[in-house]
């Protein structure tokens, strides 16, 4: 008996290691850079829960609240920066942050409330457990013309989209926290407000990083070096052009002032597009990682009569991409 249960441990942490091998070998694979994905459900339910709908509803109800609350807190964000900026209130990266964040947190409610309305009240669809080989992330197959999707679990592109805003919002608030807080200079028109654009922001990326399913690709961190150089762009234009910051000054942040500081500032240009985004993104995707991790152990805790065999594991390993 002894040797029959150490057989089955060895089998079970062989197989482990197989799932991770394949795992890391995918998040590499080329068709990463692009946004196709096979489980829509990873994008608008909740891994942590059962799939039934009637279970979902929690997190339908989650999504909701998020959105309302920090849409309030824009508003009043909006207001109290016009009464201290005017009509230079978008000239900000916090702003932009801002628009963006709510941009994704009111899309990812709309496209939830949608599919819960559409697919559990009108199609009845039925569910499936989510099973281990569902967190691979597995490479998308694409016809060899316009990458049309085959499967019946295709991600849409509206879904693709709020995948696309969640890992800028997310990844751009942390960059506007940090570069605020370190050259913080103790004014403040509106602490609560103040503190829900530089602080609290960063709260629903990092809740959804583990609450959702939302998969994190190591190269989307494309995303936001591509949102950095727009910014950089804008600033460069902006001051060209004779733009001022609101208190007079003729930069809008300290680190991008091309006419006071101008080889600082160069530097500061190529450590915002270039270095910020890879090192910021590579914790974010190592925290996905980390929820993959803590995620499959809880579905073969919460499922262990699903949980893949041995041989499962090997034709996910040699199956063909």
């Given at each position: 008996m002894a040797d029959e249960n150490h057989?089955?441990?060895?089998t079970s942490d062989e197989g482990s290691r197989s799932f991770w091998?394949?795992?890391?070998k995918q998040q590499f694979h080329y068709s990463k850079f692009l946004t196709f994905h096979r489980d829509w459900r990873l994008f608008i339910h909740s891994p942590w829960l059962p799939q039934k709908w009637?279970?979902?509803t929690i997190y339908v109800i989650y999504r909701l609240i998020i959105a309302v609350y920090f849409f309030g807190w824009f508003i009043a964000t909006l207001v109290v920066g016009t009464e201290v900026h005017g009509s230079k209130l978008f000239i900000f990266l916090t702003h932009w942050g801002g628009i963006i964040l709510n941009l994704y947190l009111l899309s990812a409610a709309a496209v939830t409330l949608f599919y819960f309305i559409y697919k559990h009240h009108y199609k009845k669809t039925p569910h499936r457990d989510l099973k281990l080989s569902d967190l691979q992330d597995r490479p998308f197959l694409e016809k060899p013309c316009c990458f049309k999707q085959q499967e019946s679990l295709s991600v849409p592109w509206y879904m693709q989209f709020v995948w696309i805003l969640y890992v800028i919002?997310?990844?751009m608030s942390i960059e506007v926290v940090v570069g605020y807080w370190l050259t913080f200079s103790g004014t403040v028109h509106s602490w609560p407000v103040n503190?829900?654009?530089h602080l609290f922001n960063i709260i629903p990326g990092l809740i959804d990083l583990f609450v959702t399913g939302l998969p994190i690709r190591f190269y989307q961190f494309l995303y936001i070096m591509g949102i950095n150089i727009i910014y950089v762009i804008f600033t460069a234009i902006y001051y060209a052009a004779g733009g001022t910051h609101s208190n007079g000054n003729t930069h809008i942040y300290s680190v991008f002032d091309y006419e006071g500081r101008a080889v600082f500032s160069s530097f500061s240009v190529l450590i915002f597009v270039f270095v910020v985004p890879?090192?910021?993104h590579s914790v974010y995707w190592g925290l996905y990682c980390l929820r993959?991790?803590?995620l499959s152990r809880f579905l073969k805790k919460a499922s262990p009569e699903t949980r893949p065999s041995q041989s499962t594991f090997s034709v996910m390993a040699t199956s063909p991409v």
């Open positions: 057989v089955s441990t060895d091998k394949e795992f890391f009637t279970y979902q919002s997310s990844e503190l829900h654009e890879v090192a910021l993959t991790f803590i």
